[in-house]
C-alpha cells in the first residue's frame, strides 16, 4: 500500500514562503498559496533575487525589472499582495551569516507562523542536481526559522525595530523527495496555471510549447502525480519541519 500524505496544518493566520528565484513558488507550491489565501491567511513572499542572471539573451540590469514586474503579477494571481526582495545576486548566493540574517530580519516583520521554502537538498530526488542558490536559500531559511527568535543571535536586529520571533511552528519544503503532507490542488490549481503563466518571458525563452500548455501540463501533472498518496486528490506536497 502507499503511504499517504497527511494534510497540512490549518490552524495558522500567517505565512510567509523564501525562495531564491521569481518562478520558484510558481513552480512549487501556488496552488497551495491560493487555497490559503482563499481561506483567508495571510502570505506574504520574500525572494532572494530578481532572477536577473535567468534569461541568456537579456542583460542581467534589463532582466531584473522585468522579472520583478512578473512576480508581483504572479503573486497577486494567488492573492498574495506582499512581495519583497532581498538583491542577493542571482546564481552566486552563498550560505552563510549574511543571508541567515536577512531572512531572520524578514521573519521578524513578517511574524509567521508557517514558513515555505523550496528543496534545500543537493538533489532532486535521484540524479537531477539542484542549483546552488536552491540550496543555500533552503537551508537558510531552515536554520533563520530558530534565528529569528533567539534575541542573542544578529541582536543588531531589535535595534533596527525588529524584536524577536519565536512563533514559527512549522516550515514546510516544497519540490521536496520525501514528502510528507500535502494541500488539496483542485481549487487553486487554475489560478497557480496563471500564476506560473506571468512569467512569460522567461517561460517563453525556456520552450518552444505554447506557454499555456506548458504551464497547464507541468502542474497539472505534477498535482495528479501525487493524488495516489493524498486520498486521489490532485495535491501540492510538502516536507514539513514542526518546531
Known amino acids: 500500500m502507499t503511504e499517504q500524505l497527511d494534510a497540512m496544518p490549518t490552524d495558522w493566520r500567517r505565512a510567509l514562503a523564501v525562495v531564491a528565484h521569481p518562478d520558484d513558488l510558481e513552480y512549487g507550491c501556488a496552488a497551495a498559496v491560493a487555497s490559503w489565501t482563499d481561506g ?18 537579456l542583460e542581467p540590469e534589463k532582466c531584473a525589472p522585468l522579472r520583478e514586474q512578473e512576480q508581483r503579477a504572479s503573486a497577486a494571481a494567488v492573492g498574495v499582495s506582499r512581495v519583497e526582495f532581498l538583491d542577493h ?10 543571508l541567515r540574517r536577512d531572512i531572520a530580519a524578514a521573519i521578524r516583520r513578517h511574524r509567521p507562523e508557517l514558513i515555505v521554502t523550496l ?19 533552503g537551508r537558510a531559511t ?21 524584536e524577536p ?7 514546510a519544503v516544497a519540490g521536496s523527495s520525501t514528502p510528507t503532507h500535502a494541500v488539496d490542488a483542485t481549487a487553486g490549481l487554475e489560478r497557480s496555471v496563471q500564476s506560473l503563466l506571468a512569467h512569460r518571458t ?7 510549447q505554447d506557454p499555456e500548455e ?3 501540463t507541468f502542474l ?3 498535482a495528479q502525480a501525487s493524488a495516489e498518496r493524498f486520498g486521489g486528490r490532485p495535491a501540492v506536497t510538502f516536507e514539513l519541519f514542526a518546531r
Open 40 to 57: 483567508g491567511r495571510e502570505v506574504g513572499y520574500l525572494l532572494a533575487t530578481r532572477g536577473e542572471a535567468g534569461i541568456d539573451t
Open 89 to 98: 545576486r542571482d546564481g552566486t548566493i552563498e550560505y552563510g551569516l549574511g
Open 119 to 137: 528543496n534545500h537538498r543537493d538533489t532532486w530526488g535521484g540524479v537531477a542536481w539542484n542549483t546552488p542558490d536552491h540550496r543555500a536559500v
Open 142 to 162: 531552515l536554520d533563520a526559522a530558530a534565528d529569528a527568535g533567539n534575541r542573542w543571535i544578529f541582536p543588531e536586529l531589535a535595534g533596527q525595530g525588529l
Open 165 to 171: 520571533w519565536d512563533g514559527v511552528r512549522w516550515v
Open 202 to 208: 522567461y517561460i517563453e525563452v525556456l520552450t518552444d
Open 214 to 216: 506548458y504551464c497547464r
Open 220 to 222: 497539472t501533472g505534477n
